[in-house]
């Protein structure tokens, strides 16, 4: 088991670049810099579960798999761009976003989540 809990300490992080084709990330403001961890799953398997950081500015991207996430630490706002349906989001709010939805993160602080994906076809 592990253990995810709003603010507490989530261990080391790697830098995750905004590099995925597929994603096809477009910074909109200021410098966000992603990091994370995979702690199940990922490459190779159909789901994936970990912790993903981003520092504040803000970015498009196209999401890849289906992923139910709560926010651990931080304030962001996340907009579905297709409806323009936005949520604002702290720590202990959930989300689920659908496999390639369009959307617009705005960290207005860094932002922790812990995340649970699935992708049929695999990550």
Same mark, same amino acid.
């Given at each position: $088991?592990?253990? +995810?809990?709003?603010?507490?300490?989530?261990?080391?992080?790697?830098d995750w670049a905004f590099d995925?084709?597929?994603?096809? +990330?477009?910074?909109?403001? #200021?410098?966000?810099?992603?990091?994370?961890?995979?702690? *199940?799953?990922?490459?190779?398997?159909?789901?994936?579960?970990?912790?993903?950081?981003?520092?504040?500015?803000?970015?498009?991207?196209?999401?890849?798999?289906? &992923?139910? $996430?709560?926010?651990?630490?931080?304030?962001?706002?996340?907009?579905?761009?297709?409806?323009?349906?936005? !949520?604002?989001?702290?720590?202990?709010?959930?989300?689920? *976003?659908?496999?390639?939805?369009?959307?617009?993160?705005? $960290?207005? &602080?860094?932002?922790? @989540?812990?995340?649970?994906? +699935? @992708?049929? &076809? #695999? !990550?």
């Amino acid at each position: $088991m592990i253990r +995810y809990r709003p603010c507490d300490d989530v261990g080391p992080l790697e830098d995750w670049a905004f590099d995925n084709p597929a994603s096809n +990330y477009r910074i909109l403001s #200021g410098a966000p810099r992603p990091s994370g961890r995979i702690d *199940v799953g990922g490459p190779g398997q159909v789901t994936r579960s970990g912790i993903w950081r981003c520092t504040e500015g803000a970015f498009e991207c196209t999401e890849q798999g289906d &992923e139910l $996430m709560t926010i651990l630490s931080g304030r962001c706002r996340l907009t579905l761009n297709e409806t323009g349906a936005a !949520y604002e989001l702290g720590p202990g709010d959930s989300l689920f *976003v659908r496999d390639r939805s369009r959307v617009t993160w705005e $960290m207005s &602080e860094t932002v922790t @989540k812990v995340f649970f994906g +699935y @992708k049929s &076809e #695999g !990550y």
